[in-house]
């Protein structure tokens, strides 16, 4: 699949910390997201594009690191020994944190990409006829 940016670009010129190894998961994840939303106008080319990209990037790692921490604790909030006790928590569901993310997907490439054209000088986030 194309992506918008590679892991040098990610690590060099956005200052990106992400290092394991799904870093190459996240970029084509977050490309397919810009793909979807600019109807496959955007370019590797475009700079606002990139930066949107790794923006992306960091916030779909940030979720998924949440959901991971999610399934580890099965969201509990504290335990006792004496006279056992068990409390869980009331961290998001994986399926509240998939809403939550795709809406924070959204804002972030409206934010970046909401005033950028494409080489024909069509908006990129332009639905209609084009």
């Known amino acids: 699949m194309k992506t918008y940016i590679d892991v040098n670009y990610y690590k060099l010129n956005y200052n990106g910390l992400i290092g394991n190894s799904n870093l190459n998961n996240l970029i084509i994840e977050a490309s397919r997201h810009i793909k979807k939303h600019t109807s496959n106008r955007a370019t590797s080319e475009i700079e606002e594009v990139k930066h949107c990209c790794c923006v992306l990037v960091d916030k779909i790692n940030e979720y998924q690191e949440q959901k991971e921490k999610n399934n580890k604790q099965r969201n509990v909030k504290s335990e006792s020994v004496g006279k056992w006790s068990k409390t869980y928590g009331d961290s998001k569901s994986n ?36």
Do not use: H, Q
């Open 95 to 130: 399926l509240e944190l998939d809403k939550e993310l795709n809406n924070e997907i959204c804002e972030i490439i409206k934010l970046y990409l909401s005033d950028v054209t494409d080489k024909n000088g069509i908006n990129l986030l332009y639905r209609g006829d084009a």
